[in-house]
């Protein structure tokens, strides 16, 4: 739902709200994976009180680093887009300047996805 959500607040097209959600799903398993195993290891190390004790701190910890990891991808993917290079005459690439942004409709009917600065 994360990468969802990012990809239409930076307004990415199909392409890269795919990619932004195949790193979302990458990150969850991967992050599920981790939180696992450290709980396991806690467990194993400590008892299962410990389990109990740190299962919450540690699926906090797990969302907000899934969550962090995702708002950086997609600032990344909306920053290296932000410029376009193309061949001028002289064959030398230089960055074009975008055309001014125009408040769009959002994908949701009824909610106006305002403007970009």
Request: aromatic share 10%.
């Amino acid at each position: 739902m994360a990468s969802l959500f990012l990809g239409e607040f930076f307004g990415f097209r199909a392409g890269r709200r795919l990619v932004l959600l195949g790193a979302g799903s990458f990150l969850a398993v991967a992050g599920n994976l981790i939180r696992a195993t450290l709980l396991v290891r806690l467990a194993n190390d400590r008892g299962a009180a410990t389990l109990l004790e740190y299962h919450d701190r540690v699926g906090y910890a797990e969302t907000g680093g899934i969550f962090l990891a995702l708002v950086l991808a997609a600032w990344c993917m909306s920053w290296r887009s932000a410029g376009r290079l193309t061949e001028s005459a002289g064959s030398v690439l230089s960055v074009t300047e975008e055309a001014p942004h125009r408040p769009r409709q959002s994908v949701f009917p009824g909610i106006w996805a305002g403007t970009r600065s």
